[in-house]
Structure formats: C-alpha cells, structure tokens
C-alpha cells in the first residue's frame, strides 16, 4: 500500500515497467539495450549495500525515509532490468516479471502454511500482475535487438546513478536499434549529461569519490573508485581503453581471476587478510586522489 494515500501501487509500479520496455526497445537507450544477466550483477551487489549503508549510518528520520525510498526503488529496478532481459529470451529461458512475482508469493504461502492452511491452490495461480510487461512481449523481437555486452568500462552503476558509457554497437543489433546507436550522442556529452543531472539531484556530493557505500566488498569498492576516478580526470589511473570481444573477454577474465587467485594463495599462507589488505590499498587510492568535483 502506498505509505501517502493508502492506494495500491500498480499503476506506479506498470509505468515503471513500460519505462523499462521504452529503454530495451529499438529507439531507446543504447547502453540500456546492450546489458545481460552478467554485465548487471555488481550493481545488484552495490545496490543491496547502499540499503544497508541507509538503514545503518542513519537514524530514523525524514532523511533516512527519502534514502531508503530511493535505495529500495534501485534495487527493484534491477529486478525489473532482469525481468525485463528474461523477457527476451526464448524457450525454457524465457521469464517476465509475473513469474518473479508468482515464484516469490508462492513461496511465502507454501513456507508459512500456519498461516495460510490449505492455500495449495493460491500458492500456484498467478499473482496477476505486471500485465504491461506481457503485452509488449509479442511487440518486441526475443532478443530486442541487444547482444550480450558487458557493463561499459568507467560507468559507475546500473541503477539510477548509471552513467552510459564507452561501449561498441551490439553485435547482432538490428537495423532499427543500430541506427539509435548510430545517431545516439557520444560518449563524452552522455556522461557530461548525466553529471549535470547527478550535481543536481545530489548536491551534497561535492567531492570526486563522494557516494562509494563504504560497506562494499573490497574488490567492488575499487572497482567502483577507479571508475569515478576516470569519470573526474585523475591522472593516476589507467585510461579506458577499447573493450575485448566476447571471446577476449573471457580469456582475460580468466587470467585475471587466476592471478587474482594466486596472490589470495600466497597472502594466505603468510597469514594475510586479503580483503582488508586490498579496502586499505583502496582507501589510500581515494585518500590522496580525491578533490572536489569540478565542472
């Protein structure tokens, strides 16, 4: 029910889903378009403890309501962003946000049968809802014209704070979302854009490296320091550079983690913390980095 006027919030909650089909579809957002499963997975995990820096570092408040409404709204997007990529896929693949919403409320009348005795049949029918998501599944292609792409090098998140980023044209786009991609701005106005927008919905973030959730693990946390880094001009880190292809991509990634994985091994038989090794080389890097955003 809506905290306001006690309404129910589905009319909210189907133009957030029709939001979300105008930015997957041909004549929308490029960067938006071209996001899987897999590019989206740190945001979910930076998202999540944005909430738990919300609900711990402030006291019940006005303020803390606001950031709570705003952290929660972030993780239901990317509930929706997933909902949304498992719309477009085919066969046993396919889901839309209905079979999240069934899965979950089935699952809490099956797990609290004291409750809700003899509700068998309510824990299997469908919950009814997100209907905008199923009417635009046979209007859009099953792959929406977006390859498989990882998470643009220097963007800082996919939730709302997302800025788009450098990034190639889908493979396999069509002709429609190409020509989107084609007249789209670059990449430099896109997140001179975005910055604007950020300085004024967050004015209090004055300096370069202000809103990293400081509870994030240490290879996110630097993941995410590095990026803003790059987005504000310090010169103290690598620039970006031109993404690999799909099958580049995994070939690094796998020598990365595995000399990632040797220096845990050697640190741990030394006895050494490597997540609180790694959060201290961090901080040092925000630490005699950081400066006020400027432009």
């Not at 997100?130 to 090098?153: K, Y």
């Not at 099958?247 to 990634?253: F, I, L, S, T, Y």
């Not at 490597?274 to 950081?290: H, K, S, T």
Request: hydrophobic share 35%; with cysteine; net charge negative.
């Amino acid at each position: 029910m809506n905290g306001e006027d006690g309404t129910a919030p589905g009319p909210q909650f189907e133009r957030l889903l029709e939001v979300m089909d105008r930015l997957r579809s041909p004549g929308g957002c490029p960067w938006d378009a071209a996001q899987t499963h897999e590019s989206l997975l740190r945001y979910l995990v930076e998202e999540a403890y944005e909430v738990v820096e919300a609900v711990e570092t402030l006291e019940p408040s006005r303020r803390r309501r606001d950031e709570l409404v705003e952290e929660l709204g972030d993780v239901l997007l990317q509930v929706v962003f997933h909902a949304r990529i498992g719309q477009e896929h085919t066969g046993e693949e396919r889901f839309d946000v209905s079979d999240v919403i069934d899965a979950v409320t089935a699952k809490l009348i099956r797990r609290h049968p004291h409750v809700f005795p003899g509700d068998d049949d309510a824990a299997r029918e469908p919950a009814g809802a997100a209907t905008a998501m199923s009417s635009v599944a046979e209007a859009t292609s099953p792959t929406n014209g977006a390859a498989a792409s990882s998470s643009p090098a220097g963007t800082d998140d996919a939730s709302s704070d997302a800025a788009p980023a450098a990034g190639e044209s889908p493979d396999g786009a069509t002709s429609d979302t190409a020509d989107s991609l084609e007249s789209a701005p670059d990449t430099a106005e896109l997140a001179a854009r975005w910055d604007a927008v950020k300085r004024n919905e967050k004015p209090h973030r004055t300096r370069i490296f202000d809103g990293i959730p400081p509870a994030l693990p240490a290879l996110a946390y630097g993941e995410k320091a590095f990026s803003k880094a790059r987005r504000h001009g310090v010169s103290a880190v690598t620039p970006v550079q031109e993404e690999p292809t799909a099958g580049q991509r995994e070939a690094e990634e796998r020598e990365l983690g595995d000399r990632l994985l040797a220096l845990v091994e050697t640190g741990s038989a030394r006895g050494l913390d490597a997540e609180r090794a790694l959060r201290g080389a961090v901080r040092r890097f925000v630490r005699e980095n950081d400066g006020p955003v400027t432009g």
